[in-house]
């Protein structure tokens, strides 16, 4: 059976963004393949963060992966910190990764504009990434669109490994959804939307209340034509509404713009803030009741388990290749 694995950072309330782009992929695909979906919080601190609020949201975002639909019986669930391996998989890599690929990362020039004192750590977070994939031989990986180029820099990493070395790794390919790889900010649709922006009127967050998700969308920013149709280059911010719609009931852009054709902004942002309500509101319930249960720790736990085992053996498989230590 075929791997697929994602992971999401607890850097801020995971957005509609993220459930489009990354989760809602992997509830799709986890009846077809071996599924692996951790908390990257290692990845999280490659910019600063409150400890306190760090540790919480770890916990949140395995209670929001399994309201959303992932099934903690077809996944392997862990946060990434409790297995050592994926750091020390991370430092080797690295050794064989180029300055100049590291460089040319979009996410890094963009992010490391965004804070004063660039870690080291945010020009090599791809190359942790590409140990986390290769680690577990994942054949697929569900991302948006920002996060594609990460994974083809794991794919050259591990070709190049592996000609080195040996067949070694399993070369991954991204998975992009053909509606919403990237939810736009709702007051400047030209920018990717983001859990960690600053201004809260441009997210739509898993946790937000029915009166700021309605405020949040009647508030997008659109056009003066007043004519629904997508047109991305000219009308963003109503193609990111459509988008929402199309992804959100699982149909197409095409359906969604006959069945606005006639309708006006007002009626637009109305049914889509319908349908974000409706559906953000079952996942808050089912949220509630995961985050007081005891499931969470058994699931990690197990997952916890299941994933040092497997990246044990991988890695000493590395270090015998590279020549390290005495195995
Ligand atoms: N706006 C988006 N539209 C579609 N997909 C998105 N993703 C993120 N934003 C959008 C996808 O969600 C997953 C989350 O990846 P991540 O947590 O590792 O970090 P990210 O890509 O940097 O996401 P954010 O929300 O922008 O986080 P911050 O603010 O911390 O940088 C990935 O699959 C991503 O593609």
């Not at 760090?54 to 297995?83: H, M, W």
Request: charged share 30%; with cysteine; proline share 4%.
């Amino acid at each position: 059976m075929k791997r697929i694995l994602t992971g999401l950072q607890p850097s801020g309330e995971l957005t509609i963004g993220n459930l489009i782009g990354g989760i809602k992929q992997m509830v799709n695909y986890q009846e077809e393949y071996e599924s692996f979906m951790f908390v990257p919080d290692l990845h999280t601190i490659t910019v600063p963060q409150d400890p306190t609020l760090l540790k919480k949201r770890i916990k949140s975002i395995v209670a929001l992966y399994l309201a959303c639909g992932i099934d903690p019986k077809k996944n392997t669930i862990y946060i990434q910190s409790e297995n050592l391996y994926h750091a020390n998989l991370s430092w080797i890599l690295e050794c064989h990764t180029y300055m100049g690929e590291a460089n040319r990362m979009t996410q890094y020039k963009d992010k490391s504009k965004k804070v004063q004192n660039v870690s080291v750590g945010l020009l090599t977070y791809p190359i942790l990434m590409a140990a986390d994939i290769l680690m577990y031989d994942a054949d697929y990986v569900p991302v948006g669109i920002d996060q594609k180029q990460h994974v083809e820099l794991a794919r050259d990493i591990a070709l190049r490994f592996n000609k080195k070395y040996g067949d070694t790794f399993t070369i991954p390919e991204p998975l992009i959804p053909k509606i919403g790889a990237k939810i736009m900010k709702l007051q400047d649709p030209t920018k990717k939307m983001s859990k960690s922006d600053e201004n809260v009127k441009n997210s739509i967050f898993l946790l937000d209340t029915e009166e700021d998700i309605r405020k949040k969308i009647m508030s997008a920013v659109t056009d003066s034509e007043n004519k629904v149709y997508y047109d991305v280059e000219n009308k963003p911010g109503i193609a990111n509404l459509l988008t929402i719609y199309s992804a959100l009931a699982n149909i197409s852009i095409k359906e969604v713009e006959e069945k606005f054709k006639e309708a006006n902004y007002q009626t637009l942002k109305k049914e889509v803030a319908d349908l974000v309500v409706s559906t953000l509101l079952g996942i808050q319930k089912k949220y509630h009741t995961y985050m007081e249960s005891t499931l969470i720790d058994e699931i990690l736990d197990e997952g916890k388990r299941k994933t040092n085992k497997i990246a044990k053996e991988k890695y000493e498989d590395v270090l015998k290749k590279v020549g390290l230590g005495r195995i």
